[in-house]
């Protein structure tokens, strides 16, 4: 049953959910990101750069080692999920530049994800050494995984837009829909490992404070409220599938797993809250005009 979920199941839900993204996509979100390169940019230095470094900082501050360091890490390496783009929607935010700088992340982590997560293992020492990372296999398997997923449905949404348009609120339920009925299979089956307040108080720490870091930097940078929210949400909210992906199927190590499967559950809260602020804000706001 377990390598059923890791070896079949999670890679097939997890292209599936990719393929639902793309089939929502065309050349009209990226031209989201040409007409603000400064944007662009700075939403991919706050992911791949400002949140790696983020979670070493999390890392050593609370003393954490072997796999839950580790997944800790792995967990900051990966794109923004659909996920993100719905908490963009809630909080005001720009969907359009949410969902590409999610695509955009999600391309570029076949190549990222390997190499940052290799050279940490490589440094980790002693604390990672019996986690080892088939960087080339990886690679292969994240582009059959995320990237060609994505470029086939934004190639069905090019050439044929009406059933693009049919099938991807449907996949995007069923896709959502397998995920959670998959995380809560993976809880169940590794629910001896979950037992660490440790970890969850971890967890929070990193999608709570990228998220405000991130809602910060982006205040200052542009003066569009919209923007500031969805680079917030893009940086705090994490797509686990991909982290779950490697620790599972590829290095088979359960123990590596258990950071991003607390994290799928527990990023709700960081989120919800998010939303919950911003929309006071505004009501705040809407009363004083309204004054």
Same mark, same amino acid.
């Given at each position: ?10 890679? %097939?839900?997890?292209? +599936? ?5 793309? %089939?929502?996509?065309?050349? &009209?979100?990226?031209?989201?990101? %040409? &007409? ?9 230095? #706050?992911? =791949? ?15 954490? /080692?072997?796999? @839950? ?15 993100? /783009?719905? +908490?963009?929607?809630?909080? /005001? ?8 700088? @999610? ?6 982590? *076949? ?19 019996? #986690? ?14 995320? +990237? ?14 009406? =059933?693009?348009? &049919? ?10 829909? +397998? =995920?959670?009925?998959? !995380? ?27 998220? =405000? ?6 205040? &200052? ?17 994490? /797509?686990?599938?991909?982290?779950? %992906? ?7 190590? *359960?123990?590596?797993? !258990? ?9 709700? #809260? ?22």
């Amino acid at each position: 049953m377990a390598a059923l979920l890791s070896q079949v199941l999670l890679p %097939l839900i997890l292209a +599936f959910i990719m393929f639902a993204m793309g %089939l929502a996509l065309n050349v &009209r979100h990226f031209s989201e990101l %040409l &007409r603000a390169p400064t944007i662009a940019v700075l939403g991919l230095a #706050l992911q =791949m750069l400002m949140l790696p470094v983020l979670a070493v900082l999390i890392i050593v501050a609370l003393n954490l /080692n072997g796999p @839950t360091a580790a997944g800790l890490f792995l967990l900051s390496l990966c794109p923004g999920g659909a996920t993100s /783009n719905l +908490f963009t929607y809630l909080a /005001n935010g720009k969907v359009a530049l949410s969902i590409a700088l @999610t695509a955009l992340s999600s391309l570029l982590v *076949p190549l990222t994800l390997p190499v940052l997560f290799g050279v940490y293992l490589n440094q980790a020492g002693d604390s990672a050494v019996d #986690l080892q990372l088939p960087i080339a296999n990886t690679i292969k398997q994240l582009i059959a995984v995320t +990237f060609l997923p994505v470029v086939l449905g934004m190639a069905l949404n090019h050439w044929a837009p009406s =059933m693009a348009a &049919r099938l991807e609120p449907w996949c995007k339920k069923l896709g959502t829909g +397998f =995920m959670l009925l998959l !995380v809560l299979a993976l809880i169940v089956t590794n629910w001896s490992l979950l037992q660490a307040p440790i970890k969850a108080l971890a967890v929070l720490l990193l999608s709570g404070s990228s998220l =405000m870091i991130a809602w910060f930097i982006g205040s &200052r940078i542009s003066q569009d409220v919209a923007v500031a929210r969805t680079l917030a949400v893009e940086v705090g909210i994490q /797509n686990a599938g991909t982290a779950l %992906l490697v620790a599972i199927s590829l290095m088979q190590q *359960p123990a590596l797993a !258990v950071v991003p499967l607390i994290y799928g559950i527990l990023m709700n #809260l960081p989120g919800f809250g998010f939303v919950a602020w911003v929309r006071y804000r505004d009501a705040q706001q809407g009363a004083l005009q309204a004054g």
